[in-house]
Nanobody
Framework: QVQLVESGGGLVQAGGSLRLSCAASGRTFSLYGMGWFRQAPGKERDFVAVIGWSSGTTVYADSVQGRFTISRDNAENTMYLQMNSLKPEDTAVYYC??????????????????WGQGTQVTVSS
């Protein structure tokens, strides 16, 4: 089992920045990939970004490409999401996720078996 705990959410004005963190514990040696999804009120949970735990390979949603950067610190078992140039439409609960299997469909929720509790990000206009 792997446990995930997010932090770093909050309220920010449009154009501002936030950095989310996701600390992993438990069987972290088994991790293959970690990522972020987000869910706005009344909407489905959407893919944001994913990173290969060993390879460092990244994939981003078109909506955040060029504004968000996903990274990880293997020694600290922590993943980050640096969010710049935030927009009101980025407002959502952001969920950290992870998998111990090869990520063949990174944009699909079904590719991941571990989830954090979520952290709220609110961007005011």
């Amino acid at each position: 089992q792997v446990q995930l705990v997010e932090s770093g959410g909050g309220l920010v004005q449009a154009g501002g920045s936030l950095r989310l963190s996701c600390a992993a514990s438990g069987r972290t040696f088994s991790l293959y990939g970690m990522g972020w999804f987000r869910q706005a009120p009344g909407k489905e949970r959407d893919f944001v970004a994913v990173i290969g735990w060993s390879s460092g390979t990244t994939v981003y949603a078109d909506s955040v490409q060029g504004r968000f950067t996903i990274s990880r610190d293997n020694a600290e078992n922590t993943m980050y999401l640096q969010m710049n140039s935030l927009k009101p439409e980025d407002t959502a609960v952001y969920y950290c996720t992870a998998t111990s299997n090869p990520v063949n469909a990174p944009r699909s929720q079904g590719a991941y078996e571990y989830w954090g509790q979520g952290t709220q990000v609110t961007v005011s206009s």
